[in-house]
């Protein structure tokens, strides 16, 4: 492959000269070689002599560093050794240093016979997760190949695994520590904490073994949020604030219950003087108990709510008339007090009118085709009715707006489909007795705005972790939130 000129005379006597890029073939009848023309570059008087430029370059970088010192007329004067990524790493090491983790993590594991690079290995495991997420085996050769690591040229897996069962032994002096810093650098709201679980698999053979004094071990088998409740598991928590930066992570056996979850963070989280904040969680910890401990020393909480639910003070609130107020382009709320003079409950009732259109035409073809399925059963036997019911009842679509007669046959129930088109584009919050904000008005907004942004606050911890060693620990989620607020600034 090459590049060519042609030209041609024109009408005038004056020349044209035209670039090519060809290569030769082999003529199908005389085998000879012949050019062929895979692009052209039009008139060499308007060469745009830039773009062969980055064509140049983009090859050569193709090709490798040698090709690159090549091209540049250096490659005697220059030998290529290696080549490592720098940008990520060094601005990471700025911000790890800013947060003051080197002397936090030098004062707690002074005294200890360890590496003294384990702060290193510590910081690259972070950096790796923060830049390009990989297990702890390879991230040995990512720091030993891909990137440059200031102050660590290489590291092993073992010298990685180590370094993990350290840090969960300093996690909570650490974890505290990186949240003064960065509470001080970036001068966070802490006015409203975000909280919610989420789990993650192993694919191992069999769950941990339990320990002394425990029933399951670690990862074990529970409710799996990723549907494979065939593989052990861990529970994690993760509490950020408003705009999404991280405070604190947690890790719990896999069989844990969520529900009791967030009297525990609270309970961590008050030795960091975080106990007079608002809690905003989803309808998973909205028990009567979670609400009685989330109000102690002067505590507040949003919590999701069920629409669907047998809860008398929900159904009072959803039935209470009353104007909204809006609060964004696509959301309004109105505030409601349940006074049953035994408790009082605080609700807000959120509408989205974008979503309750969505709402609306889903509803819609779900009860064409309910329509269609049942259609010409009267004339079926009672037996064959029941099949079809029983079919159609497996589908919680179809179920909760089928109905059958005192006669057996399938009807759509039209109640049903009035109460659930008064739900459409709405959900519930419950807030604690007191106001959220300093005012009526700025308690209401906080609650809806609080509540709206909770779908974007879902933990993600990413791909199953790693196996470790026999015999070792694996806190895999850990480095992620320690590179939470490296990896996520505040826009």
């Not at 020349?15 to 052209?40: C, D, F, K, M």
């Not at 408790?343 to 329509?371: G, I, S, T, Y």
């Not at 036997?381 to 079809?388: H, N």
């Not at 519930?428 to 609080?450: E, K």
């Amino acid at each position: 492959m090459y590049l060519r000129t042609i030209q041609r005379r024109n009408k005038d006597g004056s020349i044209a000269r035209y670039v090519q890029l060809a290569h030769n073939v082999r003529h199908a009848e005389t085998g000879n070689p012949v050019a062929e023309v895979i692009h052209s570059f039009g008139r060499e008087d308007a060469l745009d002599r830039a773009a062969l430029a980055r064509l140049v370059a983009s090859i050569t970088r193709y090709l490798g560093p040698e090709a690159e010192l090549a091209a540049a007329g250096e490659s005697e004067a220059l030998r290529f050794v290696s080549a490592k990524a720098l940008g990520g790493t060094w601005a990471l090491d700025g911000l790890w240093r800013r947060l003051g983790a080197d002397e936090v993590l030098g004062r707690l594991l002074a005294g200890r016979r360890l590496d003294p690079a384990t702060e290193r290995v510590i910081f690259a495991l972070v950096a790796n997760r923060a830049l390009e997420p990989v297990s702890k085996l390879a991230a040995t050769r990512w720091v030993a190949e891909r990137a440059f690591v200031p102050g660590l040229a290489q590291v092993s897996d073992d010298a990685c695994y180590r370094a993990m069962d350290v840090l969960l032994e300093v996690e909570d002096e650490l974890a505290e520590a990186v949240y003064w810093a960065v509470a001080d650098l970036l001068n966070l709201e802490v006015d409203l904490l975000f909280f919610d679980t989420t789990s993650t698999y192993f694919e191992i053979e069999a769950p941990d073994a339990p320990g002394a004094g425990e029933t399951v071990g670690f990862r074990t088998h529970g409710h799996s949020k990723d549907h494979r409740g065939d593989l052990p598991q861990v529970v994690i928590g993760l509490a950020v604030t408003r705009s999404g930066i991280p405070i604190r992570v947690w890790c719990w056996p896999g069989n844990t219950n969520d529900s009791a979850l967030i009297r525990q963070v609270k309970d961590d989280l008050k030795a960091w003087k975080l106990s007079r904040v608002v809690w905003v969680g989803d309808r998973g910890f909205a028990s009567a108990e979670n609400r009685r401990y989330l109000q102690r020393a002067g505590g507040h909480y949003i919590l999701g709510e069920k629409l669907r639910s047998e809860s008398k003070e929900a159904d009072a609130a959803l039935a209470r008339q009353g104007r909204y107020k809006v609060v964004a382009a696509n959301l309004r709320v109105k505030e409601v007090v349940v006074d049953d003079a035994t408790m009082r409950d605080r609700f807000v009732v959120c509408h989205n009118p974008e979503e309750a259109v969505r709402d609306k035409a889903v509803r819609d073809q779900l009860l064409a085709q309910l329509a269609d399925a049942i259609a010409g059963t009267d004339a079926l036997s009672s037996a064959e009715r029941d099949r079809i019911a029983g079919q159609l009842g497996t589908q919680p679509g179809y179920r909760r707006f089928l109905r059958r007669t005192k006669a057996g046959l399938l009807r759509i129930d039209r109640a049903a489909v009035a109460a659930e088109a008064h739900l459409d584009g709405k959900f519930l919050l419950r807030l604690g007795p007191h106001p959220v904000g300093r005012g009526r008005g700025s308690g209401l907004q906080a609650a809806a705005r609080g509540g709206a942004g909770m779908a974007g606050h879902e933990v993600h911890p990413g791909a199953a972790p790693r196996l470790p060693p026999p015999g070792g620990t694996d806190p895999g989620p850990r480095p992620a939130v320690l590179a939470g607020p490296a990896a996520h600034p505040p826009r």
